[in-house]
């Protein structure tokens, strides 16, 4: 995960809730990508340390634990680097140049320039990312999928070429519930709009109170449209079905107004969100030990890594 500083509820049901259920059941590795931050943000570094940090608390927080999963830092793990070299002399620059998202960026981020090397070439530092650890899954959204097509090529490409050292990779989609913020539009940091995972009980009933609603409901006794109602796509996250299955058909029928409909929205968050936001609040006061678990995590992750380069540059025909 790029280090975006503190993490909202669209990660922790878009992402967070799909890893914990994959620290259960496999061998995880969850990293910080601060190199993935360079190539977009290579102008302005001063968030990243204090971003990637917490992130990072999110995670613990979340519930993301150290003694079942890798987490580290990308750029702690430099053989990430060395296999992005040595993967670049085989991948076509053209296959880097056609990757949907390489012109789709450029165009949505137009006031940075991002005619860089660097950034050509995200992609094939994911694909290093991912085949370092002989990646058998890689949890992604739906917009990663053209990057994970690109990475099988790459491996396909290497096991061809030289030996087979990889596994294909497959991606496991995850499926991301669109979330609109507090203001109807989609949740994000950018538009202010979000419930942080570090917020408090009281700041997540002060957003939720003055949330939007169905704009076309202006009365109590009007009858309200649940399914364009922001608040109602929350309860669908936070409320037990039959509950907001009951609230969808009294809201059409004015049978319950927005206050106290929120009302139960912001009890079932608090319920679900307090204990996240209390150890997170522990963790604040842990950033020795959160930096320690991130540097043990770095010397974890290096032992496979360099296990795999060695196997990498045989096959390639270096000196190991
Ligand atoms: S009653 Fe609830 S679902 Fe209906 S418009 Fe108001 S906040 Fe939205």
Redesign the pocket.
Known sequence: MRPTGRLHIGHLFGALHNWLKLQKEHESYFFVADWHALTTDYANTANIKENSLQMVMDWLAAGIDPQKSVLFIQSHVPEHAELHVLLSMITPLSWLERVPTYKEQQEALSNRDLSTYGFLGYPLLQSADILIYKTNFVPVGGDQLPHIEFTREVTRRFNFMYREVFPVPEPQLTQAPKLPGTDGRKMSKSYDNCIYLSDSPETISAKVRTMF??PA?LRRHDP???DI?P??SW?KLFTAQAVYED?HTR?MSAG???TD??KILIDNMIKALAPIYEKRIAWENKRQEVEDILRQGSISAKCIAQATLGEVRDAMGLIV
Do not use: L, N
């Open positions: 609603t169905d409901r309200g449209h649940p109602c608040a109602f309860h609230i809201c319950i107004g927005c409909c929120k």
